[in-house]
């Protein structure tokens, strides 16, 4: 469709007013923030909202403290670019903005959120297609529909998980921040995001997602995103790979953890690298193979989009979790 | 008279009106009370039509009217031999996404629900989704009248190409695959129609050839040509994809008819992908015969093109994938089987490099291979194998003049070829390859004998210069050339000259802007009527001044006795004088290709013959990553020879456009199609044209062999260059790590897969499909 499908556009003035409108229309309502998902989902019928409720007009939401004595805090309406060109973020939490930098181009991190990019909805070359493709093709289980085409048979949906800064903030322990009519609740990042498209994220459809919380103890660790895509901008990533770790005066690997995207419906951290790495040598090849190769194991992507074979996601996923832990090392104490 | 041609590069005249967001486009036009019409598509890819119902569409509020196949029942198509289409499905879907219906109301929404309330019932037939399948198919064909699904078949042999490879020292042979891919224009297609009464129309269109929208909406309305009036709009960029008549000229002409008002269709970005007329699939099988001193003895060389379900340009395609085998290197032997095969997938079309790009990047693969073969440097290979200047080749393609030497040399010398292909450290590479295009196709593909071109220019007496051309301007600056080709002739500034394109009421006849023949063709029909003018002016202005007309020189917006020199007198009142009584200036020029240009005769030769060719030798500079497959373009040198460069700047910027759109061919675009037949990447997400980010830097050479012919010596810039940059990017890869990639895009699943079998010494590469040659086919027209 060309034109947008009709729905009450709210907007709301205070977050207090933005989740009450929440808390009243529940499912019948979406969140509009940079809106470069959810425009495209609208036109496409995949979101069919009677009610957008705009944070456009709720002050308070695009804040980005940073030091390495608070940690990280961030509001979910600040936009990827603020973020991605952050000096602070970028000498104390470097992981995060070579993950914001990742995402897109530049006009569309002007308009996207960090909110919004946690928020992503997943993603299935079945599903993001206009309504009269999904007709002639048959509706799938994730909207309008019962049957997968990706995985026939499966009760579960295989939709991508697509955001770049959801790994990035996992391998940094970070917690978010829910809020809605009944109270304010903390949720570590790692628990947020569930194992199905149909149903995504641990978070009720009056819960609004206020900020992104990084503890002072991971400052300054060191840390590498790496994404696999077609073109160096505008793509979503076929696979990705966020990597930190602190590198202590010996040369050994810290605190290390490593965290994937793309490669299944949601992001994960990669159990068991922090183990196998702590204080081991920084240079220890085998001890990085091993990292690489569960990392390689762990990843499960499927065939949700044309431009390339799980078994090409899966090897650079091997090689991005490789070459993470090199770079990491190779910089010196 | 003096015909030196002193470059120096305008912006184009419509530059600022198009930056600044001014330039008028089919969608910014807004008529009183206009309708807007959506279309409903077929879910299906071959299905027949049992029942419609537009009962329930009908009867929502806001809507119009609904049409359906019968309403406009009449076939059309572009070429004469192909009038296979109609605007709306008659009787049975050939692809998925055919136009079934379409709906005309007060707004799109209220179209959009009127769509969803049509009821059709389908009756399922086999689809034909492959070249494969589709000619293997005995039953359920695309149409009825095309068995094995084979639209047109061409079997050419010139020389003896048998004997030609028994005479070689190597011969090299490979397969090639090159998917669909699009134009992917700015500007998505639209339409606005008015029926003006007593079988007049007029309609703005985004389009290329006016003209052939004019007779493909009164072939299929059934009306006199003269009836329809056509007015391209600006065009937010053609690359072929705008050439021909489209369901939503005639649908709009039609609604407009029954209901009385304007009606609008615009089409959305993934109804231009579904509507395609992009590039076929093409598989390539291809022969080369060398001698040990590189020279090519023979050619064998076999395509099949999956089309899609209707003809479109197809015959023109398969015609120019053999025909231009010819032209660019001195071949005597060249056998060609082409076969256009139809499939239940949209329709192709003349795609920028029209048909020439994957037999191109055949040829030129093979060159190397042949050259790595005979251990030879790929750019002596490529010497030893030039034409000469007006010569004719073996399929009887006259070539006038052949600036292909010079454009080798020139990128070899600044790529620094000889010290360093083949030298630098593993995953670094350099390749070459050449290639060329028809400066304008010599022969019409509107039959009879008239002018290709025809230029009215009017001066009137305050001294205001209005050229009309049919050429349409489509950002490729044709509008700007005309006014610089006159202009030059009269004495003035190109920005003097008002040029007014494309409106077929108002303007002489022209084919279009396609097969890059606006510079040359219409460039020789505007010098024509401009010189006629520039006598008239210097005998008027002799009589007035008592001097020979030869002795007086049109420059610098005055008469005057050289160029530099003093004005004798302005402009303005040689005009006057020379139109005495009459108040107005009007002359006219035309073009009508030689004889002698128009090829030989035997089925098929009208394709192929160009008025001159354009040439382009390119080095790429590669780095390849051979554990991830990853292939980076460093840069590029790109040479072009446009016989005379008119516009330095537009020449320019048609070379990298070029080189720009044959890179993102080569590395990242092709259509995929559902194993059901509907395009899963109808989109500019997922219809990935290379960025800012992958665009590396491209030196272009302009090249100048000044063309006995063309206007000033000019010849075509803006498709020769296409596609040469993909086998000079995969002759570089060979030059970096060692293998040869014969299909496209070059994924790094492709790499990587190449390098596998190359280690494993095996030839798996997926199979080309087996065309079963029918024995009567070359004898047929």
Redesign the interface.
Known sequence: ???L??FRLHRPTSIEEAVGLLAEHRDDAKLLAGGTDLLVNLRHGLATPSHIVSLAEVPGLDRIDCSPEHGLTIGALSTLESLATHPGVEESFPVVVRAARTIS?PTLRAMGTVGGNLCLDTRC?WY?Q?F??R???GFCLKKDGTACHVAPGSSLCWAAYSGDLAPAFLVLGAEIKLLSVRGERRVPLDRFFLDDGLRKFDMASDELLTQVCVSATRAHLRGVYSKLR???????PLAGVAAAARIAGGGTFHEAALALTAVGPRPFLVEGATEILEGLRANDEDAIERVAHLARRLSNPMNTT????PA?RRL?VG?FARDALREMGERGP | MTDHWTARSEPLLDAEERVSGRKLYVDDLRLPDTLVARFL????AHARIVSIDVSRALATPGVKSVITGLDAPRRYGVLPVGHDETALAVDKVRY?GQEVACVAAET??IA?DALRKIVIQYELLTAHLSAHSAMAATHHLVHDDKPGNIEKEYHHSFGDSVRGLAEADVVVADTFYHPRVSQAATEPHGTLARFDGADHWTIWTSTQTPRHVQRGVALALDVPAESIRVIPCAVGGGFGGKSETFPQDVSAALLSRITGAPVRI?L?R?EVFTLHRGRPENYVRMRLGLRRDGKVTAVECEVIQDGGAFCGYGVATILYSGALLGAIYDIDNIRYDGYRVLTNKPACGPMRGHGTIATRHAFEALLDQAAVALDLDPLDVRRANLLKPNSRTVNDLRVTSYGYPECLERVAEASSWKARRGRMPRGRGLGMAGSHYVSGAANSIVRGSSPHSTVVIEIDPSGRVTLLTGAAEIGQGSDTVLALVAARRLGLEASAIRVISGDTALTPPDLGSYSSRVTFMTGNAALEAATRLAARLKQAAGKRLGLPPDALVLAGGAVRSAPGGPMLLAFQDAVRMAAGGEGQLIEKGSYLPPGEAQGGRFPGSGVGPGVAYSYSAQVVEVQVNE??GEVRVERVWAAHDCGKALNPQAVMGQVEGSVWMGLGQAL?EEL?Y?P?G?L???GL??Y?I?????SPPVEVFIVESHDPEGPFGAKEAGEGSVAAVIPALTNAIHDAIGVWITELPI???RV?AAIQRQGHGSGAKPALPRPRRRENASARP
């Not at chain 1, 077609?230 to 979503?236: H, K, Q």
């Not at chain 1, 044309?306 to 074979?309: L, N």
């Not at chain 2, 290379?690 to 992958?694: I, K, L, N």
């Open positions: 469709m060309i034109g499908p009709s181009g070359h993001n206009s009269f493709w007709q002639a093709c077609i073109r160096g901008a505008l793509d979503y044309w431009a390339m074979q090409y650079r090689l | 598509r077929s879910p299906n998925a799109e929404e959009e615009r959305s993934e554990e991830t990242s995929h559902s059901q509907l899963l990447n109808g997400l997922e990935r290379p960025g800012a980010v992958e994924t790094p699943e990587l």
